[in-house]
């Protein structure tokens, strides 16, 4: 099934499971799930599973700044429709895999940029990326989950950005003890990535250690068969 039918299913679902709870910050509040949690990390808010193994699997990430001269509809979308490039943690540089290009959505009223890409934080982990404008402040939202744990989670991602709602007031730029908010002249995507909790990329890096264990093995076996048959095809001329 291709990324883009599976992801039109995963948010399409109109039935919901499990309570929810909302979040509020000084410039948006949504919906999110009951186990889950937000903090502060500078001028960051993360949001994911107060469980330990959950809390590897998805998460959702905030943050806004005053509006700049990158800031605005056209350059998101324009963003957005090219793969973006990720340092690895282990060295390198990957690319990401755009799963479906921007467009502009109406969520409560408030027109937001909406795309999804694999592998532009974190890699294996989708990322679905809302951007906003709303007078003088710019908002970015991000829902990560890793692809194995995806539609787990595209119920509860589906509900919390249909929730979305822009609250920042007017005189929010003008207010630093509201926010945090970044200064405009910074990218408003730039720290997402390293925003991003350093368990999430080692668990990757266990999914991956554990692929190629499983790699080995099967390539042990394929010789332990090919000597066995070479033994018993020696074996044979020679009677």
Same mark, same amino acid.
């Given at each position: 099934m291709?990324?883009?039918l599976?992801?039109?299913?995963?948010?399409?679902?109109l039935s919901f499971?499990?309570?929810?709870?909302?979040f509020?910050?000084?410039?948006?509040?949504?919906e999110?799930?009951e186990?889950?949690?937000?903090?502060?990390?500078?001028?960051?808010?993360?949001?994911?599973?107060?469980q330990?193994?959950?809390a590897?699997?998805?998460?959702?990430?905030?943050?806004?700044?005053?509006?700049?001269?990158?800031d605005?509809?056209?350059?998101?979308?324009?963003h957005?429709?090219?793969?973006?490039?990720?340092?690895?943690?282990?060295?390198?540089?990957?690319?990401?895999?755009?799963v479906?290009?921007?467009?502009?959505?109406?969520?409560?009223?408030?027109?937001? +940029?909406?795309? &999804?890409?694999?592998? #532009?934080?974190?890699?294996?982990y989708? !990322?679905? $990326?809302?951007?906003?404008?709303?007078?003088? +402040?710019?908002? &970015?939202?991000?829902? #990560?989950?890793?692809k194995?744990?995806? !539609?787990k $989670?595209?119920?509860?991602?589906?509900?919390?950005?249909?929730? &979305?709602?822009v609250i920042a007031?007017?005189?929010?730029?003008?207010?630093?003890?509201?926010g945090?908010i970044?200064?405009?002249?910074?990218t &408003?995507?730039?720290?997402?990535?390293?925003a991003?909790?350093?368990?999430?990329?080692q668990?990757?890096?266990?999914?991956?250690?554990?692929?190629?264990k499983?790699?080995?093995l099967?390539?042990?076996?394929l010789?332990?068969?090919l000597?066995?048959?070479?033994?018993?095809?020696?074996?044979?001329?020679?009677?």
């Open positions: 291709k990324y883009s599976l992801t039109f299913l995963a948010f399409s679902l499971t499990g309570h929810a709870k909302v509020r910050n000084a410039y948006i509040a949504f999110m799930p186990t889950w949690k937000c903090n502060l990390e500078q001028t960051e808010w993360v949001c994911r599973s107060e330990t193994k959950e590897k699997e998805a998460i959702i990430i905030l943050t806004a700044k005053e509006v700049g001269p990158t605005t509809f056209p350059l998101y979308e324009a957005l429709n090219s793969p973006i490039n990720v340092n690895l943690k282990g060295g390198g540089s990957a690319s990401s895999k755009i479906y290009k921007s467009k502009k959505v109406q969520i409560n009223d408030q027109p937001w +940029i909406d795309s &999804l890409h694999l592998g #532009s934080e974190v890699p294996n989708f !990322t679905r $990326y809302l951007a906003t404008i709303k007078d003088k +402040i710019a908002i &970015l939202v991000t829902f #990560s989950a890793h194995q744990y995806y !539609t $989670y595209s119920q509860d991602f589906f509900k919390a950005v249909m929730s &979305l709602r007031s007017k005189n929010l730029s003008m207010r630093p003890d509201l945090p970044r200064p405009g002249t910074e &408003l995507g730039g720290p997402i990535g390293s991003m909790p350093a368990d999430m990329y668990e990757e890096m266990n999914q991956s250690k554990g692929s190629n499983g790699l080995l099967g390539a042990a076996l010789l332990a068969a000597g066995t048959l070479i033994f018993l095809r020696a074996k044979k001329k020679k009677k």
